[in-house]
């Protein structure tokens, strides 16, 4: 996720009661972006979980921007915290108020170009393969390249397993795992840098690993045009 991101946030909720899951979307991005990534993530989805919106911050958006996505989309409101208070403190919210097994982070402005993205994110980490999977991206693969890392699969997927951080993008998280070790990022008052700051809890050679789908793909956002 990115680093550094001091203006404020709001996120959307999506919580599935059939897969036990919930989807955490962050409204990252211009409002034309969000419109486009949003219009690209979500009917490509599969795995038909309601939504909920989660408000963490002053007012940022133009007013009725929100209120029309929720429309489009059948979002749900939820109240907001009122403020910015950074990825992990956001996460311990949502953790208590959505109790679930498993975790799907998504930014705004992300476009993925592969359908039914969300179903094999949802299964690696269901399988205990894994407590953290991740679409492909041009920029992580790139990384990984220069960084070493080995191919396995993972719930019959394809997927390819860092060895040093690397950026992260639209991604399934066990809750299990991630619970207890967000503290360990809580001293960042924005949003960004989980890979490194989450990178010492996770074992690469074992079931406590991070995983990149190799066949599931994220558009690098510096590969879309800009619509600023």
Same mark, same amino acid.
């Given at each position: 996720m990115r680093c550094g991101v001091y203006h404020?946030? *709001?996120?959307l909720v999506r919580q599935s009661t059939q897969m036990n899951a $919930?989807?955490?979307?962050? *409204?990252y991005g =211009? +409002?034309? =972006?969000? %419109? %486009? /990534?949003l219009s690209s993530t979500l009917p490509s989805m599969q795995s038909g979980v309601p939504v909920r919106v989660f408000d963490n911050c002053y007012p940022y958006w133009p007013n009725g921007f929100v209120d029309e996505l929720a429309e489009q989309y059948g979002f749900a409101s939820v109240d907001s915290v009122g403020q910015n208070i950074g990825f992990a403190?956001?996460? =311990?919210?949502?953790? +208590?108020?959505? @109790?679930a097994d498993i975790t799907i982070w998504i930014e705004g402005d992300s $476009?993925?170009?592969? @359908?039914? #993205?969300? &179903? @094999? *994110?949802?299964?690696?980490?269901? !399988?205990?393969?894994?407590?953290?999977a991740t679409l492909r991206n041009r920029r992580s693969y790139e990384e990984m390249a220069e960084r070493e890392s080995y191919k396995m699969q993972?719930?019959?997927?394809?997927? !390819? &397993?860092p060895l040093q951080p690397c950026i992260n993008s639209i991604c399934a998280v066990s809750t299990g795992w991630l619970a207890p070790?967000?503290?360990? $990022?809580?001293?960042n008052?924005?949003? /960004?840098? !989980?890979? &490194?700051?989450? #990178?010492?809890?996770?074992?690469q050679n074992s079931l406590r690993r991070w995983v990149f789908l190799d066949d599931y793909e994220e558009v690098y956002k510096s590969d879309l045009p800009n619509l600023e």
């Open positions: 404020t946030l *709001l996120y $919930v989807l955490f979307i962050v *409204l =211009s +409002e034309a =972006s969000i %419109r %486009r /990534g403190k956001a996460a =311990s919210i949502l953790h +208590e108020k959505y @109790p $476009v993925t170009n592969t @359908p039914a #993205w969300d &179903v @094999p *994110l949802i299964e690696a980490v269901a !399988s205990g393969g894994c407590v953290w993972v719930a019959g997927y394809n997927v !390819s &397993v070790n967000i503290g360990n $990022v809580n001293e008052d924005y949003y /960004g840098g !989980s890979e &490194v700051k989450l #990178w010492d809890k996770l074992d």
